[in-house]
């Protein structure tokens, strides 16, 4: 089994920045891309970003350009680095690692921008 802890989460105002960390354990083996998810009250769960596992990075439009998502194998931890943070960026953040039989999800770790 795979668990996974996001971290990172808080308060910031429009404009502020957080870095957002997921932490894997267990048969981290069987990891090889790992997106990271998000979801407002009352919206749809939507795609942020993802990265495999030879560095390979994507994003949804909403964020290109302000969001970068990285990774430390060594360290198992994918990072989400949130930069010119607005109100429509708050959300509960979920990393979502598809396994070999499974796909495992961190409990999230909620964002809150205030304008």
């Known amino acids: 089994q795979v668990q996974l802890v996001e971290s990172g989460g808080g308060l910031v105002q429009a404009g502020g920045s957080l870095r957002l960390s997921c932490a894997a354990s267990?048969?981290?083996?069987?990891?090889?891309?790992v997106l990271w998810h998000r979801q407002a009250p009352g919206k749809r769960r939507e795609l942020v970003a993802g990265?495999?596992?030879?560095?390979?990075?994507n994003y949804a439009v909403s964020v290109k350009g302000r969001f970068t998502i990285s990774r430390d194998n060594a360290k198992n931890t994918v990072y989400l680095q949130l930069n010119s943070l607005k109100p429509e960026d708050t959300a509960v953040y979920y990393c979502?690692?598809?396994?070999?039989?499974?796909?495992?999800w961190g409990q999230g770790t909620q964002v809150t921008v205030s304008s």
């Open positions: 979502n690692a598809p396994g070999r039989t499974s796909d495992y």
């Open positions: 267990g048969s981290v083996f069987s990891i090889n891309t």
């Open positions: 990265i495999t596992s030879d560095g390979s990075a």
